[in-house]
């Protein structure tokens, strides 16, 4: 399974930006698909999630009602849409793949990782 992240940059507080992960290698109609991040000195934290099949989503209670999670199943891809983003936003975003579809808020939960996109968000 690979990953591949991509869309971080840099914005000005209350701005937006789309997070886009393409997954390839296998078909993943059972697994979760997941949106972590890592700011400097802190440590990795959940921040959505989405079921491949069906499209259940569960959201970090700090970025709910701003981020959505959603899935195009034709080009295998997941993305993060991330409005009203805060300078507390800033991290390395990583996206990741649970192939047991269990504990979907644990980094441990998740057997695949892409390689991460820095969002910096300025105030």
């Known amino acids: 399974v690979q990953l591949q992240a991509s869309g971080g940059g840099l914005v000005q507080a209350g701005g937006s930006l789309r997070l886009s992960c393409a997954a390839s290698?296998?078909?993943?109609?059972?697994?979760?698909m997941g949106w972590f991040r890592q700011a400097p000195g802190k440590e990795r934290e959940f921040v959505a999630a989405?079921?491949?099949?069906?499209?259940?989503?569960y959201y970090a209670g700090s970025v709910k009602d701003r981020f959505t999670i959603s899935r195009d199943n034709v080009k295998n891809t997941v993305y993060l849409q991330m409005n009203s983003l805060k300078p507390e936003d800033t991290a390395v975003y990583y996206c990741?793949?649970?192939?047991?579809?269990?504990?979907?808020?644990?980094?441990?939960?998740?057997?695949?990782w892409g390689q991460g996109t820095l969002v910096t968000v300025s105030s």
């Open positions: 990741a793949a649970n192939a047991y579809g269990v504990a979907a808020k644990e980094p441990m939960g998740y057997d695949y």
């Open positions: 290698g296998r078909t993943f109609t059972t697994y979760i």
């Open positions: 989405i079921r491949w099949s069906g499209g259940s989503t």
